[in-house]
């Protein structure tokens, strides 16, 4: 009964959905939750652009992307960041919202549009993998190394490396058994983290990923060629 033009659509509605949710629950202190449903909201942003390409979309949908990624992973990150602690905490939030403003600008105005740059290459580390690593980073180290793990993200973000896109490039080379394995390692260890509510743990778990995601994601963009 839904329209496939629509499916893009309701995929970034709940990103945003996701992203005012995990305002409240870090306003209400649960930050574990609130970087939870985040992760979420990654999972329903790594497929709205998919389903757009393959069944079309509305007018209003690339706007309303840009919204939910803008509030998921800038604002909820930075509001973390805020509910840290620590007198300069406002001012590291501030700036790392900045830098995730900028860097969904500067994608839709310049990246979309350049030539040199090819199909699933990011000009950046993407906002998504940059939340992640303020989101890991506020569940296992102080709020003065919390502001510097910011930083480190904003540069990343902002600068001129490039990073491959996890679903359209990285994604589809993964064998399916080591796709399927890795799957059911990653459900074993949230299950684990769940049972035992190790939140460091589960900030640990978050930062690797991100990690690891960098390094595989340089590999492949050397792998097609593309100039660094």
Known sequence: FVPNRLYADILSTLNFGCGITSLVLTHNGYFAWA??????GQLFDLFDGRMAEKHGGTKYGPYLDDIADFVSFGLAPAYVIIKSGGNFAWLFAFIFFTGVAYRLVRFIAVDKKRTDLPDGIFNGLPSPAGALIVLGAALVVQSYLLWAFALLSVGLMVSHIRFA????????????????????????????????????????????????????????????????
């Open 35 to 40: 970087i939870s449903i985040i992760i979420v």
């Open 165 to 228: 896109h996890f679903g359209r490039v990285i994604l589809k080379q993964i064998p399916k058994p080591l796709f399927f394995i890795i799957c059911s390692s990653i459900t074993v260890t949230i299950a684990f983290v769940l049972k035992t509510k190790n939140v460091q743990m589960f900030g640990y778990l978050i930062l690797s990923s991100v990690f690891l995601y960098m390094i595989v994601g340089r590999k492949w963009v050397h792998k097609f060629g593309s100039s660094a």
